[in-house]
């Protein structure tokens, strides 16, 4: 145990009606952007597996190996109070320093462009943290790929609402359900939720050789799997293991945005890749700090429609 952490367990609060939970405290030792660091499990304003309220407390429910559960961050000074809820909190609370980059090394990077050197100097304390769940954070990058955002986070939220189970200590927050209960999933509620036939089968694949991807999230595991390509794999990565290289190339915006800010100029996947050569190792940590810059070309034309593939 370092000197920056208190016991897991130590005695919880309580609040209006809910149970007390397991709180444990960690102290980081380098600034940290705890939103910042966190926002990417974010999957939309709505989530419900995930909420930020207004006191800034961040809230994530998650299906853990030893079972569902809760956890809540928020400052206490200069201090991180995190609290866990359910079967799954012990599991959540050893893995707060993980979550919130204590394996990231930003010290390794060195930024080699005006506006990536603001950012850092903007962003000191945003860490490429990881979550360790991989399964997790391949279905919603399943449910992302080539539709609008909105149309992913619309089903994942149906998704959760119907087959997740209420979170331990936040009853109106879901936990993502396991494996188990993705192969389950009525071919009719699929539909419901907007996800066409291909992605569905994606996931449901994915979620028979669950066991092996949490052993193995290594890019040739994932991309093995039907349906999984370098984005997605890249997208899982980015969450799961903290891949601080894993650039999600095929992404719709992410070439536009890298070229603009970069180079003055909008950009394909190649130009992309070309341009954030320099960044070996740290690609995605550029992309990050790109997209926290503001810095996007300029719109032409109009916005792609949402599509619903619940009226197909």
Known sequence: MSPSDTPAGVAGEKTAGRLPGRVREWRPPWPLDLLGTVSPHQRGPHDPAFRVERDGSVWRASHTPDGPGTLRLRWRGDVVEATGWGAGAGWLLDGVPELLGAS?????????????RGQVLRRPGLRIGRTGRVFEALVPAVMEQKVLTQEAWRGWGYLLRKFGEPA???????????????????????????????????????????????????????????????WTAAEVRQRAVGDPDAVSVGDYHLPGLVGWALAGRKVDDAGMLELLEPYAGHRYRVTRLLES????PPRRGPRLPVRDYRSF
Do not use: K, N, Q, Y
């Open 104 to 116: 990231d090394v930003p010290g390794e990077f060195e930024a080699r462009h005006d506006v990536v």
């Open 168 to 230: 331990p200590g936040a009853p109106h927050m879901r936990v993502p359900p396991p494996p188990g209960v993705w192969v389950r999933i009525p071919s009719w509620e699929w539909h419901r939720s907007g996800l066409e036939a291909v992605r569905a089968r994606t996931i449901i694949e994915a979620a028979r050789v669950a066991g092996r991807l949490e052993e193995d999230a290594g890019e040739g595991r994932l991309r093995s799997l039907p349906g999984i390509g370098v």
């Open 293 to 296: 810059s503001g810095r996007r």
